[in-house]
């Protein structure tokens, strides 16, 4: 069931919004009765929530993934795209590129405040106050993402920093396991407010899609590297090393250039056949490992 409908394209990816956005009307709208300053606000966080899902779309590509479409969700947006492959570099600049663009649009609502008071702006007027808001709201939306909970952004950093120097299965298993503990802090942070009567049940939502998300990631990274989904001892201790480099399947994989969504990485037919510098792989092993790691060889020249 898709609950998404399409509102539009930026740079050429379609943007959906998800019907629970209208959750966060809702939760506006019961925390302050002001129809206007809802839907401004509204507006504002649905921009920039927009603007952040760009920044690690329009890296990503940058690299050769493709970005099926960005869907915006009352906390936060989701871009769809092919698989990042197991680098830390590339995971490290997709990651940081949406904090970066909230840092950036609250850099120049802070220049706008200076500008603003050198102007002789009041200090309750509209302008000021968007800008006001604006700044909060991108503080706010760059520094929560940014919390090592994986898979969010400052959990992708995390493991792209462990995976720097350690096997990429085994910072994985580390990024997890710190966003874990960060998703059981937030999850007692909202029993406490909801205790309170401050909090919305919604709050506990976020929690709960750090931890389930980073296990269905966490279990696709085990697999691919050919180790249990559950991980040693329930999860909480490193895998068993993966045992050898995988040998080529007996039969060659199918062609998956058709598979629709998935990306450039996964796409044979854009692999020069017969390259010399895929070094000491057949074609099949390289093709083998490609499909789960992403391209490892340069992408074919522009004719
Ligand atoms: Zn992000």
Redesign the pocket.
């Known amino acids: 069931m898709n609950l998404s409908f399409k509102i539009g394209n930026a740079f050429g990816i379609p943007v959906r919004i998800h019907a629970t956005f209208l959750l966060l009307i809702y939760v506006l709208y019961i925390s302050t009765p002001d129809p206007l300053l809802v839907l401004g606000a509204t507006g504002v966080s649905f921009g920039c929530v927009l603007l952040?899902?760009l920044?690690?779309s329009l890296v990503a590509r940058n690299f050769g993934l493709r970005v099926a479409d960005i869907t915006l969700w009352p906390l936060?947006?989701i871009?769809r795209m092919s698989e990042i492959p197991e680098n830390s570099r590339i995971e490290g600049l997709i990651?940081i590129?949406?904090?970066a663009v909230n840092f950036a649009l609250a850099g120049l609502a802070i220049l706008g405040l200076f500008a603003g008071h050198a102007l002789g702006l009041e200090d309750d007027s509209l302008p000021h106050g968007f800008l006001l808001v604006f700044t909060g709201i991108n503080l706010a939306q760059g520094g929560f993402?940014l919390l090592p909970a994986f898979p969010?952004?400052g959990g992708r950093l995390l493991r792209a920093f462990l995976g720097r120097k350690r096997d990429w299965l085994r910072a994985t298993e580390s990024a997890v396991r710190v966003g874990r503990i960060v998703a059981l802090l937030l999850l007692i942070g909202a029993l406490l407010l909801m205790r309170e009567g401050r909090g919305s049940c919604i709050l506990m939502l976020i929690p709960l899609f750090i931890w389930f998300e980073g296990t269905r990631e966490l279990w696709g990274v085990r697999l691919r590297h050919g180790a249990t989904p559950f991980g040693a001892g329930f999860g909480f201790r490193p895998s068993a090393p993966t045992p050898s480099a995988p040998s080529a399947p007996a039969a060659p994989l199918p062609d998956t250039a058709d598979a629709g969504e998935r990306g450039v990485a996964r796409r044979p037919q854009l692999w020069q056949k017969g390259d010399p510098r895929a070094g000491g792989f057949n074609e099949d092993q390289v093709r083998w490992l490609e499909a789960y790691r992403g391209r490892l060889r340069p992408p074919p020249e522009e004719p």
């Open positions: 952040h899902e920044g690690h936060g947006g871009a990651a590129a949406g904090p993402n969010m952004d």
